[in-house]
């Protein structure tokens, strides 16, 4: 080759290598720029980093989660001493076994995932450790680019100067996706297992370890179980090799049967209460703080009863389906001293959706209450001045003034045109059947339909209607629409707002709002929202103590349910009543104690009608069961007894005599006029027979006032009055006048009657020792009539009694010193066979030195 030829080749070269010296400049400073321009985000933001956390229900305990609620994202984050460390030590066995070696970026494997991606142009291949998949699912977005991998790894760099390890791995193990919406090891770990993340065994943890590389793929609820086992055996083996367990640990966590929760199991617990309690905060703090906001929700309900009720709801629903035509039921339970709800259940199953599980009858405001109801009423008419021993006449009655009804016949109207125009309203009770005058406490626990409504009109539709939403149920809002009907059940209510009201009655009057919120936190502990009681008196304790005692009569109720129905208990006292309604579309029972009020109801969401039970077959049963488990853990109380308003009742008819209104005394001895002298247990109050119903004695809205001049003012005081007259025409009780009264006076209790004794000992104004033995001695020959029973007192401390002769009571002083006075008294209360009474003292001294 030429010299010259040589000198060309060689600038050539020179020219290449210039070239490509400059082009290696300007691709490096072009590189150099465009990391310079990345859009890097800040590593210092990922400990300030926002967690989208859900927000957990839980039972009243606070340890039983009941729901989730989460939009995309179920986590809970846990700090780092709260985790196994199994869990720990698997997750960096199979995911970065030098995560504790390394600075942060593995070089060789970041190498080995380019060479790949290069050559088969996919960048799909990775090698990440712990610090880069942190950054990736934290700082940066999803996509798999190069840019995006310097990104990654700048910003890991960063963060592995700024964390510690631990710090790293904690942040780590609370955002890892374990499958679905499942983050974070806490909700990994109450998902598949129900339990915390502190809790794991060793194998439960490997098997956890297993899943954030392909959650799906591995998904014990998955097609590849076989290859889940064998991934978590591969975690085991890795573990060993760091030395993080001994070889039998990892045989015997291979071995170990490791039982998955079955899949939804843990999604919602108690589903109609915590939709419920989920409604209630999303109105009151938002849908995004409810979905992200990780508050923690520690609600009223007693899940162990919860879940009693609801395998009573299932098995009756279905047993009574076949019975009676009735396919759902709801059930609710309320502590009445507190207002916290027990117990909710809105159906049979909620996830039956075929049959609407899903809907909520607890809530449902559009039920008929039927005779559920009338306690509400007759607390009306209590508070109006009425007693429970009120008598009423159980006749039938057309309540219509325009409409005319032929008593004499018992037949209705005509024809069914004037019935219709009319309006005509005649009740009848459940078993078509009449008993004449009833008190207010037998109409009651009986439920009778006639004399409920009576009392209804006693009380006055708005005042009864005003008690009724006084006591939390809002859904009676339109007397006009209702009319006398609503005793027996005219109106709607839910069996939520019903059983919260009977609490009221349950808790001697007082009021607390129901709730189903003990605690609310935010994220951070910070208490949002707390239960305080706040009772409000809107019922006369006496008058609610008289209801529960009317509810609770078991021999009241007898007549009509038996003496052994599903409403007794013989070891406790319960108050309950039951409801149906004419159409036999709604059966309830609403019962309670001092510290329990529980409400059943059963029937169709359709409205179809059941079979014509009454509810006392249909829905008590299952109440009574409910009952029997609720009463298992909690203690036995009684309802105090209310005082006696008979003895406020200034009427024969409110003291529950029906045979009139015109009352003498008479002394029980001698059958004649009681007079002063008539000693009380002996005065019988006597009443002239003059048969009227109560309209006819007394104002109804002023019942211990004075009788009306012109009863038949009152719109319904001929439809009352018609047929009691009748009634009592056909018994054959004759109207009685002031010339029955007996006209002399009671001669056998006179004061020249009183006993008269002759003390024979001890001696009077003697001085004795204390400590010697005293006898009394007395004689009684000279009286109108035989002496009956002495009574004697020492200072006013009763000693005994002396019923006949010889009349001689011993005692020693010296056992009565805390009494002892120096000069003392002996009484001696004598009463003849016919009660005519007297006093003797006498005194005596002691030597007290």
Known sequence: MSRKKKFKIKKLIFWAMGALFLLFLLTGSAVA?????????????????KVIQSTKIYDRTGKIALWDIHEDVQRTVVPMEEISRHVKNATVAIEDSSFYQHKGIDISGIIRAILVNLRTADKTQGASTISQQLVKNTLLTKEKTFARKIKEAILTLKIEKKLSKDEILELYLNEIPYGGSIYGIEAASKNFFGKSSGDLTLAEAAYLASLPQAPTYYSPYGNHPDKLEARKNLVLS?????????????????????????????????????IYIRSYLEEKYGKDIVEQGGLKVITTIDYPLQEKAEEMAARYAKENKEKFNASNTAIVAIDPKTGQILVMVGSKDYFNREDEGNFNVALAKNRQPGSAIKPFVYAAALKKGYTPETTLFDLPTEFNP????????????????????????????????????VTLRSALAQSLNVPSVKTLYLAGMRDSIELIKDMGITSLNDPNRYGLTLVLGGGEVSLFELTGAYSVFANEGKKNEITGIIRIEDKNGNILEEYHEDPKQVLDKNIALTISDMLSDNNARTPAFGANSPLYFPDRQVAAKTGTTNDYRDAWVVGYTPNIVAGAWFGNNNYDSMEKKVAGLIVAPMWNEFMNEAFKNLPKEEFEKPQKAKEKANKPVLKGDWRGGQTYFIDKISGKLATDRTPPELRE????????????WLDKNNPLGDRP???????????????????????????????????????????????????????????????????????????????????????????????????????????????????SEIRIIAYDSVRNKSETTVFIEFDTQ
């Open 33 to 49: 720029f465009w990391v310079a321009t990345l859009n890097i985000p800040d590593p210092e933001s990922l400990g300030e980093l």
């Open 238 to 274: 890795e573990m060993v090799e760091l030395g993080f367990i001994a070889p039998e640990e990892a045989e015997e966590a291979k071995k170990e049967k490791v039982n998955f929760l079955l899949k939804g199991q843990n999604t919602v617990k108690a589903p109609h209460f915590s």
């Open 402 to 437: 325009t409409c005319v009804y032929n008593y004499s016949t018992s037949t209705p109207p005509a024809s069914e045109e004037q019935k219709d125009k009319d309006d005509c309203y005649m009740p009848v009770n459940y078993d078509n059947n009449y008993r004449g005058p």
């Open 685 to 696: 109050e006597k009443t002239l027979f003059e048969v009227h119903s109560i309209l006819h």
């Open 709 to 823: 001049q012109d009863p038949k003012r009152d719109s319904q005081y001929e439809m009352w009055e018609t047929p009691v007259r009748r009634w009592a025409e056909q018994n054959n009780y004759k109207d009685q006048t002031a010339e029955d009264i007996p006209k002399e006076m009671d001669d056998v209790h006179k004061p020249e009657y009183a006993p008269k004794l002759k003390i024979e000992s001890p001696e009077k104004d003697k001085k004795y020792s204390p400590d010697e033995d005293i006898t009394i001695k007395f004689s009684a020959k000279e009286n109108k009539f035989p002496l009956g029973q002495a009574d004697i007192f020492f200072n006013g401390n009763y000693l005994g009694s002396l019923s006949g002769e010889p009349y001689m009571f011993s005692f020693k002083p010296a056992d009565y010193r805390d009494i002892l006075e120096e000069r």
